[in-house]
Structure formats: C-alpha cells, structure tokens
C-alpha cells in the first residue's frame, strides 16, 4: 500500500483516539440475542466484558486481552477488509476502542450494520474502515447517525455520502462539538434546518472545525474584503469550502496581492482568491492586471 495511504490510515486512528475522549456517555449493554435498544436495532456497541480489555492492578490496563480474540479480529479486518499488515501493527498500538479487542463477532455485526444502515458496497465499506478503524471499537455509531439524519433532515443517501466523505464525524462529541457548532452556523448565517443540512452536506468536514479560531476569522475575512456582510455569508452559504482554505497561507496573502494591484474585490474575485490552485491564481492575477492596462492605456 501507498505510504500516504498508511499515513492517512494511522492519521485517523491517532484523531479519532483524540476525540474519543468526548464521546458520549451513554452505553446500552447488548443482549443475549446480539441487539441493542434503538430504533435501528443497534443503537450503541459495547464488548462483553469478558473479551474487553481488563485492567490488572499489576500491569494496567490491557494486560490480559485474549490473543486467539485478536488474532481472529486480524483475519477477518485482513479478508474482509483488506487491512495490511502495516494497518494492524496500528491498530494494535493504538488504544481506546480497537476493533481487535472486540469480542469474536462484534466486529462482523458492526460491518454488518454500517452497510444496512447505510447502504454500503463491499469496498465502500472497506475504504470506510480503513480511513477510520477506530469507527468499529466506538459505542455510539447508531446513535450519531439518528442525530446526523434527524438534526441535519438527511435522507438515507444524503447521510450515506456525508459519512463517506467524514468518517471522522464519529470521532467529536454531539453535545460539545457537533450541536455548537451547528448552532453557531445556523444563527449567524440565519439557516434553517433545511438549508444548514445543505450547507453541511457540501462541506462535512465543517463539523470538526473550530468556531473561534477557524469558522469566525475566515468568515470575518471574506465579509472585511468584500465590505458587504450580506453578500459575503450568501457567498459562503453557496461555496462553504471557502471557509476550509487558510487565513495565513492563502487568502490574506492573496487579498493583499489584488489590493496592491488595484483589482476591484467582488465575489467572483473572492472565489478565484481561495479556490484557484498557485499556478492558476498567478495566472489569473497577471490577466486582471493585463486587462486593467490595456483600459487604462
């Protein structure tokens, strides 16, 4: 496999870990037959204990997991979905909810979900767990997809493709990251419920982004350059990647090259600002500016 493949893999193991720690809290046992107390069957994932990783008061915590319960999860994440051995030799290091520790099964039930609930292909799910395994040891997947589809009124594909596109979504916290956040967008951009879904359905990485340090400033940004706050949020609302690009790397620079060349700063201006690549914003630089001379002479 690639080595930015490996990279991106083990990026998500060590983010989702981060995040983990504010997960929610609520945990519903699995029954005797295998289900969970949801209104779709599975409502949250938690291991039996006697397959879970104990805590021993010699060793800590993990010192007695079950090697035949690891090396079978091994099998079945390589099979099934074409982990390589580099993928587990991370999950193996990584702690907080591996899908290695799960009890024999747990793991193929949660595949098993994640592709009825979301209408997945084989590979579609497999490129799922491989950006984030950490998605098959968390205890509250079901849950989140109820919130996600309810809050944001997503229809069954809609939710399918958010996923797909941010697996890391399972990885913040509903009630202090993802409900803010949301909240936030929808009173300053005056959203309602409808249009926020549509807003984060174009941009779901959004979801994981810092109000103080991120949305506001970029935000703040485009409404500054373009001295009309209505125009700047209906221009945002319409292209939310706009807020996904870099204050410091690439839009202030940019701002100040358009100012000091005397290029009048509209919304088409503003959007060739941040979405051009190096080559065609320096391209498309110099033709502004070959275009206001040729007026001028």
Excluded at 2 to 23: E, R
Aim: aromatic letters at 8%; hydrophobic letters at 35%.
């Amino acid at each position: 496999m690639p080595q930015n493949c490996v990279a991106i893999f083990c990026a998500g193991i060590i983010a989702c870990v981060l995040a983990q720690a504010q997960s929610f809290n609520h945990v519903a046992v699995r029954d005797r037959a295998g289900r969970y107390g949801c209104r779709h069957s599975h409502a949250f994932w938690l291991p039996s204990r006697s397959t879970r990783i104990r805590c021993s008061s010699r060793t800590g915590w993990g010192s007695r997991t079950d090697d035949a319960v690891i090396e079978y999860n091994k099998k079945y994440c390589r099979e099934e979905l074409g982990f390589t051995e580099k993928m587990l030799d991370a999950l193996s290091l990584s702690s907080g909810g591996s899908c290695l520790t799960q009890e024999i099964g747990v793991v193929e039930e949660r595949v098993n979900f994640l592709r009825t609930r979301l209408d997945l292909k084989k590979s579609e799910i497999q490129k799922l767990a491989q950006r984030q395994p950490t998605l098959l040891g968390l205890n509250n997947v079901a849950q989140k997809l109820d919130y996600l589809e309810t809050r944001l009124l997503l229809d069954k594909s809609s939710l399918r493709k958010l996923i797909i596109r941010f697996p890391n979504v399972f990885c913040y916290n509903v009630e202090t990251k993802i409900e803010p956040t949301l909240n936030w967008l929808q009173q300053r951009l005056d959203l309602d419920d409808a249009a926020l879904g549509k807003m984060i359905q174009r941009l779901p990485s959004l979801l994981g982004y810092n109000v103080e340090t991120n949305i506001e400033p970029t935000l703040n940004f485009y409404i500054q350059a373009l001295g009309n706050e209505k125009e700047a949020l209906a221009l945002v609302i319409h292209y939310p990647s706009l807020i996904s690009y870099s204050l410091t790397k690439r839009l202030e620079p940019r701002l100040r090259e358009v100012q000091d060349a005397g290029i009048d700063i509209d919304t088409a201006c503003l959007t060739r600002l941040a979405k051009y690549t190096h080559e065609r914003w320096h391209v498309s630089l110099a033709s502004q500016m070959n275009k206001m001379n040729k007026v001028e002479n």
